[in-house]
């Protein structure tokens, strides 16, 4: 079976949520700006051209994914006042930043793909730019010293268009659905709707306001604060979240949704906005949200934020999901997962928005830790007989043990699963979301608990979500908890399931690789 089938069997296990992008779009772009890793040289320009005196080095030291962001400044927040037609698509408007320099600018840079820049402002002086390759480079006068806090406004448009990830083979950005248009950026992709120091180290508070033809409806990260008629034919919304938001989070998206609240646990409110052409059917797993929040925060601790909802927007092939913070954005497709893809994003909110990655090639703390969540579910709904199938299948699938029967033999088996499925710790980095980074990620949390017992397991899942809440974490400071839960060196473990090519027995359960 070639690699794609071999995926296609996991998918419709209904385990994973790896399908390629997306809807119809427009022309897809590549980006010019983010170079393979180790390429790009921190002091030099994406244009190459070296970066003198004392300029903000670009990029922001992502061992993955080096030009994205950049180091020399910290965003608070982010306010962007905007006019967005789904149809056209055209997004048109303004954005205004609080911003730490972190060292003294005489220019920096912003993550901005190919909408246009009409008007950059720093502390309400016109401020000259360049933009290309996608940065734009602004040359504040006068320069801007470290510690600083200053503001900065650009007015920005165009039609917004989705471009090809570096991090996997899929369409990242501000996508076109049926009749929509909505956000699903992890990990490169929001600088495809604004200007932004795209990196999850620089949350960010945000508010967004946008004004759309009506019936539209916007739907955002956050509380929406204002629904204003502005005339017959126009609304403007306002969305706030008061929680940091890393870029690629930020949920948004204008469409003809239909909106439905419920209140959650500890009088979470939940609100899901639902594309008016999605079968109730299909929307039935959504009713288990609020239960599955319960177990969540009996698990996890607290919620990390002030509301959650869910929001599935109608596409022609967009069989994923992606963890927007309080509102997770769902494509059509990914609804044939049911609850698998519904408690996995929210399992998200704790790993992977509240504890972000500090280093993209991390992302098994994220994906690792939302897969393992599907399988705890199971076992709290009282189903372990689909826990345990689950389990061994991913298990079979990992080690080779699936193949056998193609491949012939025990060697050829296990040779297929280590060229399709890396070692988690170090994915490729334009294949970000390996099969291997959800399931052998799950699994080495399954094999952890089974050594270390619930107890301290579930005590290190909590202590680790405490201490990096709104932060970032990276595969160290999972080490450092569980080695100060358990009092044990971890590290040969942690190796062997991150970084040895062939997967660890789970001798507990009687699995191993074919030999
Ligand atoms: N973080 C998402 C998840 O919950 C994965 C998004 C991948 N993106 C995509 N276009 N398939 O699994
Ligand atoms: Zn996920």
């Not at 006068?141 to 650009?154: D, H, L, N, Q, S």
Request: hydrophobic residues 40%; negative net charge; aromatic residues 10%.
């Amino acid at each position: 079976m070639p690699r794609n089938d071999r995926l296609a069997v996991l998918m419709m296990a209904g385990l994973v949520m790896v399908a390629a992008c997306t809807a119809p779009a427009p022309t897809t772009t590549s980006r010019p700006s983010e170079a393979a890793p180790g390429s790009a040289a921190p002091n030099t320009t994406d244009t190459g051209v070296p970066l003198e005196g004392i300029h903000a080095a670009d990029g922001l030291g992502d061992s993955y994914y080096p030009a994205l962001g950049n180091e020399g400044y910290d965003i608070q927040s982010v306010q962007l006042e905007l006019r967005v037609d789904p149809e056209a698509p055209s997004l048109q408007g303004t954005a205004d930043y609080l911003v730490t320099a972190l060292e003294t600018l005489d220019s920096f840079t912003f993550d901005f793909d190919t909408l246009e820049v009409e008007e950059v402002a720093v502390n309400g002086a016109e401020a000259p730019h360049s933009h290309s390759g996608g940065e734009l480079r602004i040359d504040p006068e006068p320069v801007i010293e470290a510690g600083e806090e200053f503001e900065v406004t650009i007015m920005y448009g165009g039609a917004p268009v989705p471009f090809e990830s570096t991090a996997a083979p899929f369409r990242t950005g501000l996508v076109q659905g049926l009749d929509s248009l909505f956000a699903f950026s992890e990990p490169d992709g929001t600088s495809s709707w604004m200007p932004i120091n795209d990196h999850p180290l620089d949350k960010a508070t945000y508010r967004i306001a946008a004004t759309v033809r009506n019936p539209l409806v916007v739907a955002a990260s956050g509380t929406l604060i204002e629904t204003e008629l502005v005339d017959e034919d126009t609304t403007r919304y306002v969305w706030e979240s008061n929680d940091p938001i890393a870029p690629y989070l930020v949920a948004f998206a204008v469409g003809d949704f239909v909106r439905a609240d419920e209140v959650g646990p500890s009088e979470i409110p939940i609100r899901n906005y639902f594309d008016d052409d999605i079968e109730p059917d299909l929307l039935v797993p959504f009713a288990a949200q609020s239960e599955m929040m319960a177990f969540l925060i009996d698990t996890f601790g607290p919620y990390p934020f002030d509301q959650y909802g869910s929001l599935v927007v109608d596409t022609v092939d967009l069989g994923a999901a992606l963890e927007t913070q309080t509102l997770s954005t769902y494509g059509r497709q990914s609804l044939a997962l049911g609850e698998d893809v519904v408690v996995h994003e929210l399992a998200h909110q704790w790993f992977g928005n509240s504890v972000s990655v500090g280093d993209w090639s991390d992302i098994w703390l994220n994906e690792g830790f939302a897969t393992y969540t599907q399988w705890l579910w199971l076992e709290h709904k009282g189903d372990a007989d689909r826990m345990n199938t689950d389990i061994e299948f991913a298990y079979d699938v990992m080690s080779g043990a699936f193949y056998l029967a193609e491949a012939g033999g025990a060697d050829a088996a296990r040779q297929i699963a280590q060229e399709s499925f890396p070692p988690p710790g170090r994915p490729a980095p334009d294949d970000l979301f390996n099969a291997s980074i959800y399931f052998r990620g799950g699994l080495l949390l399954h094999a952890l608990r089974l050594e270390v017992g619930d107890d301290d397991f579930f005590n290190i899942l909590r202590t680790y979500a405490d201490r990096h809440a709104y932060g970032n974490a990276t595969t160290e400071d999972f080490v450092d908890v569980v080695e100060g839960v358990t009092g044990s060196d971890f590290s040969l473990f942690f190796d062997a399931w991150l970084f040895e090519p062939e997967i660890p027995p789970i001798p507990e359960l009687g699995l191993e690789p074919p030999r």
